[in-house]
């Protein structure tokens, strides 16, 4: 099945269940292929916010926020996962609904293994297999990193998880020195998002409703033009 072929059968089944369906556009020669997810949340400014990292000198870099995770950080403010630091994640770079089925976010990815800044905020349709099949994620791209390999996306979503930074969810909220649950996976019940930040919860929350609670699931991706709603909470267009 090609690309276009499954937009319009993609689109035929949200109208079906009466449901808003918005237009999916591939980018033509773009990025494909399998692919596998992990998830984080490590309110460190992202790779793809500092300057050097962004190849087209007239693209803006992702945005990152202060401490209350709402007013956007200049760009030349170091990450708060360092010493001194005063940028970090913005709270709305959470996952949120568009319909049942679809899902709009952001996510740390390589597509050559280890540290790959080439696709900054590039947007990518995530197509969820397994028990999740017919469920997609439509996510920017605005962090990578060394730990990634290949064709590997790192979902944010709230309490996925703090990593090898843990300083940063323990500067900008006063996170236990391991993070929400476990350094790696997080917490592991929709009961344990209570821990969070208020303003946290509902991503949080969204692993357990729209994913179900599914760990890490396989996904077959293409590369998409990135909507709207995703670049105005960026602020970074490929």
Same mark, same amino acid.
């Given at each position: 099945m090609t690309a276009r072929t499954f937009l319009i059968l993609f689109a035929l089944l949200s109208t079906t269940r009466g449901e808003q369906s918005p237009d999916i556009i591939p980018v033509d020669g773009g990025v494909s292929g399998n692919g596998i997810t992990t998830r984080y949340w490590d309110c460190c400014k992202a790779s793809c916010s500092w300057v050097d990292n962004i190849d087209?000198?007239?693209?803006?870099?992702?945005?990152?926020?202060?401490?209350?995770?709402?007013?956007?950080a200049p760009i030349t403010d170091y990450s708060?996962?360092?010493e001194g630091g005063t940028a970090f994640t913005c709270n709305n770079n959470q996952p949120f609904l568009v319909n049942s089925t679809l899902s709009y976010g952001f996510a740390a990815a390589s597509f050559t293994g280890g *540290? #790959?800044?080439?696709m900054c905020c590039a947007c990518v349709l995530l197509s969820f297999e397994g028990q999740l099949k017919g469920k997609q994620f439509l996510v920017q791209v605005t962090n990578s990193g060394e730990t990634l390999s290949v064709n590997q996306f790192? *979902? #944010?979503i709230p309490g996925g998880g703090v990593g090898i930074y843990p300083q940063g969810c323990m500067a900008q909220w006063n996170a236990p020195e391991t993070g929400w649950g476990e350094p790696y996976g997080g917490v592991s019940s929709i009961e344990e998002c209570d821990e969070l930040?208020?303003?946290?919860?509902?991503?949080?929350?969204?692993?357990?409703e729209f994913m179900e609670g599914v760990s890490n699931p396989n996904v077959t991706f293409y590369q998409v033009k990135c909507p709207k709603e995703l670049i105005d909470i960026s602020g970074c267009q490929l």
């Open positions: 087209t000198p007239d693209q803006k870099p992702v945005n990152s926020c202060l401490k209350d995770g709402e007013t956007i708060g996962c360092g *540290l #790959d800044y080439s790192d *979902l #944010d930040p208020d303003v946290l919860q509902g991503g949080c929350r969204w692993r357990f």
